[in-house]
């Protein structure tokens, strides 16, 4: 079936600098690209929605500066936490729409973060 | 408003039993998609489930089935025989909007619910 792989899948930085976090479809080409932030115990929340080629189309509320989207190929999508904070520490996954019957969605592993 | 909604935060259930987790949508489309994750500790996402808004019959996969009446707008999940790997957090998603539109392909979450299972 369809792979996304992400990475790192836990990352611990300091406070102020940037931290990259990549997905790769591994077996088919993901036009579209989903990021999305997961506190403990809490729903998912979409960030921004990223289209090959394209600027990223950001949720209402989040900061385009500080979460920067780059979807340069049809296999990778990557997102960099910029002068990151304490407040950044969350679970951030990727999917992407996978090929199927019925366009189901293929996630990522997921990436802890951690910012001291 | 909330689109996708799951009112139980926890739940239980006896190891071999059969639970069934809720969730109401609220959407105006008349296209639209329901899945169902199950996220361990680890935090994958794993898909058990979906159901297509013009589906006349209920989904089944394995032990999960998807009991979705359309007119209350609800999309219950049932596990059949819980077994104790069954305990992870379950989630209720929502894909909207039709093909081409803007908006089409975003998923959107329920608060979740997480399952015990006990030995």
């Known amino acids: 079936g369809a792979v996304v792989s992400q990475h790192p899948s836990r990352v611990i930085c300091k406070s102020g600098t940037s931290v990259k976090i990549e997905c790769r479809s591994l077996?088919?080409?993901?036009?579209?690209m989903f990021w999305y932030r997961q506190f403990p115990k809490q729903s998912l929340m979409l960030m921004a929605t990223?289209?090959?080629?394209?600027?990223?189309?950001?949720e209402q509320g989040v900061e385009k500066d500080k979460f920067l989207i780059n979807h340069a190929s049809l296999t990778l999508s990557t997102l960099t936490v910029t002068s990151a904070h304490p407040e950044d520490s969350s679970f951030y996954i990727c999917?992407?729409?996978?090929?199927?019957?019925?366009?189901?969605?293929?996630f990522g592993s997921g990436t802890r973060l951690t910012v001291v | 408003a909330q689109k996708i909604t799951q009112t139980q935060p926890g739940m239980f259930v006896q190891e071999k039993e059969a639970v069934t987790l809720d969730c109401t949508y609220d959407?105006?489309?008349?296209?639209?998609?329901l899945f169902w994750y199950k996220q361990p500790s680890s935090g994958e996402m794993i898909f058990l489930i979906y159901?297509?808004?013009?589906?006349?019959q209920n989904a089944t996969e394995g032990r999960y089935s998807l009991n979705f009446q359309k007119a209350r707008k609800s999309a219950n999940l049932v596990i059949s025989a819980s077994q104790l790997g069954d305990s992870a957090m379950y989630f209720c998603?929502?894909?909207?909007?039709?093909?081409?539109?803007?908006?089409?392909?975003?998923?959107?979450f329920g608060q979740g619910t997480i399952l015990t299972v006990h030995p």
């Open positions: 999917s992407a729409t996978a090929p199927g019957p019925y366009e189901g969605y293929t």
């Open positions: 077996d088919f080409q993901a036009t579209t």
């Open positions: 959407t105006s489309d008349q296209s639209y998609g």
């Open positions: 159901q297509g808004s013009y589906d006349e």
């Open positions: 990223s289209n090959e080629g394209s600027k990223a189309t950001y």
């Open positions: 998603a929502m894909r909207e909007g039709n093909a081409g539109g803007t908006s089409y392909g975003k998923l959107t």
